[in-house]
T-cell receptor
Framework: EAQVTQNPRYLITVTGKKLTVTCSQNMNHEYMSWYRQDPGLGLRQIYYSMNVEVTDKGDVPEGYKVSRKEKRNFPLILESPSPNQTSLYFC????????????FGQGTRLTVV | QQQVKQSPQSLIVQKGGISIINCAYENTAFDYFPWYQQFPGKGPALLIAIRPDVSEKKEGRFTISFNKSAKQFSLHIMDSQPGDSATYFCAASGDNAGNMLTFGGGTRLMVKP
């Protein structure tokens, strides 16, 4: 079954404590991205990767890091989380980059206190 | 500054009625306009998409209407059902960096039995 798997689904952490949200896909898609979802703002892209070792900033990259060492994995790293990063996070994959369907994971609800 | 503006933020419709959600965009380079449907606790999933070479696309009870000159597009859900209750996001992408999807703010639809 084609899947985009995120872990953890829920996370409560304290300000400044480094955390990683993992994302793994089994669809052999080249394009992966991270979004955050906030009420009234929709989904905003944080970072994206068009292939292994190729990453680039989206619309809201401040405070986040990513890496793409393998095609299937695209972890999101918060080096020093702050309360304004409390949000619902989604990983997504696409086959290619041009006008293709995005497949989303189940989401990770992060609370930073 | 949101490049894709979506309205209304919330919508209540009686079963059997028509649900209409509107989106407006600014970037004339956008050339792909998908709609995503999200149920609680799930990631968004592609519902229907349109390209600007057509003015309308219909899939079952769901129709996208597209007005290129006005830079607007809308989703119509005919014979709305309680199972359609979800959050709907319009989006757009084009020849921008990374071919990123830019999402509207979302519409929470409730269909009353």
């Amino acid at each position: 079954e084609a899947q985009v798997t995120q872990n953890p689904r829920y996370l409560i952490t304290v300000t400044g404590k480094k955390l990683t949200v993992t994302c793994s896909q089994n669809m052999n898609h080249e394009y992966m991205s991270w979004y955050r979802q906030d009420p009234g703002l929709g989904l905003r892209q944080i970072y994206y990767s068009m292939n292994v070792e190729v990453t680039d900033k989206g619309d809201v990259p401040e405070g986040y890091k990513v890496s793409r060492k393998e095609k299937r994995n695209f972890p999101l790293i918060l080096e020093s989380p702050s309360p304004n990063q409390t949000s619902l996070y989604f990983c997504a994959t696409r086959q290619g980059t041009r006008n293709t369907e995005a497949f989303f994971g189940q989401g990770t609800r992060l609370t930073v206190v | 500054q949101q490049q894709v503006k979506q309205s209304p933020q919330s919508l209540i419709v009686q079963k059997g009625g028509i649900s209409i959600i509107n989106c407006a965009y600014e970037n004339t380079a956008f050339d792909y306009f998908p709609w995503y449907q999200q149920f609680p606790g799930k990631g968004p999933a592609l519902l229907i998409a349109i390209r600007p070479d057509v003015s309308e696309k219909k899939e079952g009870r769901f129709t996208i209407s597209f007005n290129k000159s006005a830079k607007q597009f809308s989703l119509h859900i005919m014979d709305s059902q309680p199972g359609d209750s979800a959050t709907y996001f319009c989006a757009a992408s084009g020849d921008n960096a990374g071919n990123m999807l830019t999402f509207g703010g979302g519409t929470r639809l409730m269909v009353k039995p």
